[in-house]
């Protein structure tokens, strides 16, 4: 067993600990959780204190300014964004305090780590039980405790989760690869960026709900679920033989729709990630990427009757 596939065999049987580089954003006041509520595509209205969750900050017209992770505090929020846009995404949101008793402020001193794996649920228990914040999400279908805690405690963070939750491993950058491409998790600057709308990269499926009341953006995200199509999906390929990043990924005529963005290589060929027109997400849509035959998978595709 290789490196790799011990990782991914312990996200089967345990853990996998991914660290993150993300940075730390703390919401203060009585009306913390309904302000932030109307500002997030995630539903944090039922959510209480130990409980996390998993969603966007989108602007009014919709597309992604940032992926948010929230924490409930007994008296804060703790939000993880990308560390180097922590203090614009501050700025952003601070337009819409108008009357509400909330504070929301850069806090620096912390780490967020990615507990991802069928213990997951185990390792939220035991973290909480060593102080530090703790709650579930799902990313890509796949179980993840997202950890919240000061720089300091680096180390009893990683000793709780190993005496909880065996087996465990750190993540490896080619570990990480390949579990992300396996369940479908895009990744910022890779497979999105602010340019996109949440549907292209999938990212409604973990991080967007459409039963919630208003946020900001709503009326175009829900627009393009509910009365219409974004022009481009991002889809999970299957290909017989091996493909690289910017590969074209084309119908069997031969008629360019897209590009890879991710691929890993597997035994018979390649697993990947990229762009292609809508009318071409479907399950089992056969395809071209590079020049080797792929198929799209149902795990990022659109259904039938979309």
Known sequence: MTDVEAEIDCARRGVLIKPTTLGTIRVTGKDRLTWLNGLVTCDLAPKKPGDAAYGLA???????????????????????????????????????????????????????????GARAAEAVAALRAAGAGAGLVLRGGLATAIVCAPESHAAAVVSA??????????????????????????EYGIDFDRDNYPQEPALEKDGVSFEKGCYLGQEAVFMLEKR???????????????????????????????????????????????????????????????????????????????
């Not at 804060?76 to 509400?100: C, K």
């Not at 806090?107 to 990615?114: I, K, N, Q, T, Y």
């Open 161 to 186: 989760i190993e005496a909880a939750c065996t087996p465990v491993r750190l993540a490896s950058p080619a570990g990480w690869e390949r579990l992300r491409v396996e369940h479908g998790i895009p």
């Open 58 to 116: 989108v602007s009014k017209t919709g597309k992604i300014m940032d992926e948010v992770y929230v924490l409930v505090g007994k008296e804060e929020l703790w939000v993880g964004v990308r560390s180097d846009h922590a203090a614009e995404l501050v700025s952003s949101l601070d337009r819409y305090l108008v009357m509400e008793d909330a504070e929301i402020a850069v806090a620096d001193g912390f780490e967020w780590r990615m507990v991802m």
């Open 228 to 306: 219409g199509h974004v022009k481009k999906r991002l889809v999970q390929l299957v290909v017989d033989g091996r493909i690289a990043v910017g590969d074209a990924i084309a119908t069997k005529d031969g008629v360019e729709i897209g590009k890879v963005t991710s691929t890993i290589a597997t035994p018979s060929g390649s697993l990947a990630l990229g762009y292609v027109k809508y009318k071409h997400a479907t399950a089992g849509n056969a395809l071209l990427a590079g020049q080797s035959p792929a198929k799209v998978t149902g795990l990022l595709a659109i259904k039938l009757d979309e």
